[in-house]
């Protein structure tokens, strides 16, 4: 038979052992639940978020008075109070920061990379400091005001605490890696629609060397217009492709220049270009744009033919009311005298002469009545109107 | 000889003497006027069964004149004598009621067929 008292301790040492098994159980069950915060980095993260849930679990673990999050920015190295709580501890939070600093505890928690209790100010109140730190880089401090009467932290407690946050700066880093990757994705996508609007721009783009003039790079306008393939197009002179004042000038650049695009089979498309000096990929680069202006110069062409001819058909109209009028003067009297004339007379034939040759005028105006479009013909050293083709 | 009748309407008095001369030489009782409103002035008291009116006359023209002749003589026969003709010009002679159309420098003896054609059809018109 055991002693009595050997079976209270041993009972006594049983309970302590369950309890303790349970506590166990509790804080694995609770680590495993206060996991990762992969769900708070897939949505629209803000490092705030972040902070207040990692707030409310720490807040199960061992509930603070008052909580306070610095987030540490990754090109100054300073510490920004980035979240707090309650809200009226933000002035009493950037005053014990400044204390905390002060006397090193801020660098001392940071140093051991693990939670630290020291008295605040008043020494009458302690605050829990602890580096928000993955293996490589600290993120940010966690200070945490403890309850009045409390002046530390049960060692259970401070390892759970350690691996909310932990998880808190992992965490920020993935974030960082997912910015950066959802940075890139849509630099990418970004450069993909900056490329096919180029594409499809209706104006050709020749890229420059300034220093040789010649092309390093053409859009596909500019080579389904000058009608060369790429690596044909590539390492051409600018000024065997584009005639202009100011090609590939960046004084140009100050407006269009009007010049002529020369084609694989030499013929000129007239066509207005554009320069400008631009630095691509840290090289200086010409960029010269042009737009093709082949139906504007043919509608300039017809409008000016058009106002050509409008003045001619103006001309002709007053010009045949003029003249008709004697004509059918001339014309009738000759007529008549040939009504009342023997073909004996001695005036007969100089009167048919009048009427036939005032009746050749007559069918000379009546051409200028009905010009219908713009004919000319050579005639000495220029050009004059065809009346034949041109009334046709 | 009244019945044939023909009223001439030109302001260059050169024309005038000189359709004057040709259609009365061929037996036709011409008169003439200088413009539309003169013209407006003889056709009140009498009937020409042919008018020869220019187109382009100062004051009112040669068209407004054919319409008002026309109203008053649906039966009379009109012709036309123009300068300049344009297709939009002969469009509104058609529109008018002018029968046919010459251009000057026309031929006399077109006008001379076109008087007599005139009074043929005017003759025609009046037997029935």
Known sequence: ?392 | MPDRKILVVDDEPSIRKLLKMVFTTQGYGVSVAENAEQALQILENNAYPVMFFDVNLPGMNGIDLCQRAKTANPKAIIYAITGYTSDFELTRCREAGFDDYFTKPAAMADLLKAAEDGFEKNRRWESQ
């Open chain 1, 1 to 392: 038979m055991m002693p009595t008292d050997s079976i209270t301790g041993l009972k006594t040492r049983i309970d302590s052992l369950e309890n303790n098994q349970r506590k166990i159980m509790y804080a694995l069950d609770m680590a495993l639940t206060l996991s990762d915060f992969q769900e708070e980095i897939n949505q629209r993260f803000r490092p705030q978020a972040l902070f207040k849930e990692v707030q409310n679990r720490i807040d199960r673990v061992f509930p603070f008075d008052a909580y306070a999050f610095y987030f540490v920015d990754q090109e100054s190295s300073d510490f920004g109070l980035s979240f707090y709580e309650p809200e009226d501890r933000r002035t009493y939070f950037e005053d014990e920061f400044d204390f905390l600093i002060d006397n090193g505890f801020v660098a001392w928690a940071i140093r051991e990379k693990k939670g630290i209790t020291v008295a605040a100010r008043d020494h009458r109140r302690h605050l829990f400091l602890h580096p928000v730190a993955t293996q490589s880089r600290t993120r940010g401090l966690f200070i945490g005001l403890l309850q009045e009467g409390q002046n530390s932290i049960p060692e259970v407690s401070i390892y759970l605490l350690s691996i909310i946050l932990r998880n808190a700066a992992n965490a920020l880093e993935s974030t960082e890696h997912y910015t950066c990757i959802t940075r890139g994705k849509a630099l990418r996508e970004s450069k993909d629609r900056i490329e096919a609007v180029i594409d499809a721009l209706p104006v050709g783009i020749l890229v420059v060397d300034p220093q040789t003039n010649q092309v390093i790079d053409a859009n596909p306008l500019a080579i389904a217009t000058i009608g060369r393939p790429q690596d044909e197009m590539v390492n051409q002179r600018l000024s065997d492709l584009l005639r202009t004042k100011n090609a590939g000038s960046p004084d140009a650049a100050k407006g269009l220049t009007e010049g002529s695009l020369i084609t694989r089979g030499d013929a000129a498309i007239p066509v207005y270009s554009s320069t400008i000096g631009v630095d691509i990929g840290n090289r200086p680069c010409l960029v010269v744009s042009f737009i093709d202006i082949s139906e504007k110069r043919k509608l300039e062409y017809e409008r000016n033919l058009k106002d050509k001819f409008l003045g001619i058909i103006e001309l002709a109209g007053a010009v045949c009311h003029e003249l008709n009028q004697p004509l059918q003067v001339v014309m009738g009297n000759a007529e008549y005298m040939l009504m009342n004339m023997p073909p004996t007379s001695e005036y007969y034939e100089n009167a048919k002469d009048i009427k036939e040759h005032s009746a050749k005028m007559g069918a000379f105006t009546r051409k200028l009545m009905k010009l219908t479009q713009y004919k000319t013909k050579e005639y000495l050293s220029g050009n004059i109107l065809d009346i034949d083709l041109s009334s046709d």
